[in-house]
């Protein structure tokens, strides 16, 4: 079956960094575009990062731009997340998503990301 498995999450100081990583099975990965939203309490789910399914084309959101860099290895089915300068503004669960379709659209089960002193 289809799983998305994030990890890398946890506590961290203003101005540190975290690596999220999203480990995938059951589907067919290198055709899927692949992106990190994140969700923060009392907010809608937002767009952190894109990558299509080749890696020729990335999208951030304005507010992580020159901070974060969402990268893919499709060898091992896993798509990641280095996110540098972290402003406790950022924290928030982070969800993993493929999609290649409005059918073939599947999320992981989060990671939470705090940022704090």
């Known amino acids: 079956q289809v799983q998305l498995v994030e990890s890398g999450g946890g506590l961290v100081q203003p101005g540190g960094s975290l690596r999220l990583s999203c480990a995938t099975s059951g589907f067919s990965f290198s055709n899927y575009a692949m992106s990190w939203y994140r969700q923060a309490p009392g907010k809608e789910r937002e767009l952190v990062a894109r990558i299509s399914s080749t890696g020729g084309i990335l999208n951030y959101a304005d507010s992580v731009k020159g901070r974060f860099t969402i990268s893919r290895d499709n060898a091992k089915k896993t798509v990641y997340l280095q996110m540098n300068s972290l402003k406790p503004e950022d924290t928030a669960v982070y969800y993993c998503?493929?999609?290649?379709?409005?059918?073939?659209?599947?999320w992981g089960q989060g990671t939470q990301v705090t940022v704090s002193s």
């Open positions: 998503n493929a999609r290649w379709t409005a059918r073939d659209d599947y």
